[in-house]
């Protein structure tokens, strides 16, 4: 199938880390991708992970790939008011994304 | 820094008229791509196009849907006959490398 799950809520405070999680289904994907959308926005890209790739960090960001078990984590460090938004991991299949059903950060001050 | 741009950001219009969906894609790039949001959903690949053909479409991608790039820069999705069920958030995306970039969306009501 083409399924990328996500749980839907995560609630932090704020100064605290954020893991989001995703699971995907195709082993062949050739790149994940996280992106984030705040409230009646469009899709901002955060960041992206090549599947030969354990590890990304970017600043605050840091993407975690388990290959095996076809798993992807957004850590976000030191989270802020403005992470609230929805975050949705993306799969790579051919040309298209599929996208998980996103998770929802609330960051409570 | 350029962006993806949509036109228009709300469209409301009733049952069975056509509706045209316009996006400017980033100027060098060559892959554009169609993807819906129904509310609640998750983003749901339409159909992708290269070299001013389709190179993909999904299920969703019925003959009522149809994209074109009439003047070189903008990219339409034109649904013919709106149904209820077409009310969602369409995104644009352009590809370079790897990479896609989304517009800000438009949101289409169908009354």
């Known amino acids: 199938g083409e399924d990328v799950e996500q749980s839907l809520f995560l609630s932090v405070r704020e100064g605290d880390s954020s893991v989001i999680n995703c699971t995907y289904t195709d082993s062949s994907s050739t790149y994940l991708y996280w992106y984030k959308q705040e409230p009646g926005a469009g899709l901002q890209l955060l960041t992206y992970i090549f599947s030969n790739m354990d590890m990304k960090q970017d600043q605050r960001l840091t993407v975690l790939l388990n290959k095996k078990d076809k798993h992807l984590s957004l850590r976000i460090a030191d989270t802020q008011t403005g992470d609230s938004a929805i975050y949705f991991c993306?799969?790579?299949?051919?040309?298209?994304?599929?996208f998980g059903q996103g998770t929802e950060l609330s960051v409570k001050p | 820094e350029p962006e993806v741009t949509q036109t228009p950001s709300h469209q409301v219009t009733q049952m069975g008229q056509e509706v045209i969906l316009r996006c400017v894609p980033i100027s060098n790039h060559l892959y554009f791509y169609w993807y819906r949001q129904i509310l609640g959903q998750k983003v749901e690949f339409l159909v992708s196009f290269y070299n001013n053909e389709i190179s993909e479409k999904s299920e969703i991608f019925d003959d009522q849907f149809s994209v074109e790039r009439p003047d070189g820069s903008n990219f339409t999705l034109k649904i013919r006959s709106t149904k209820l069920e077409d009310s969602a958030m369409y995104f644009c995306a352009t590809r370079s490398e790897e990479t896609q970039y989304f517009g800000p969306g438009t949101r289409l009501l169908v009354l």
């Open positions: 993306a799969e790579k299949k051919g040309g298209k994304l599929i």
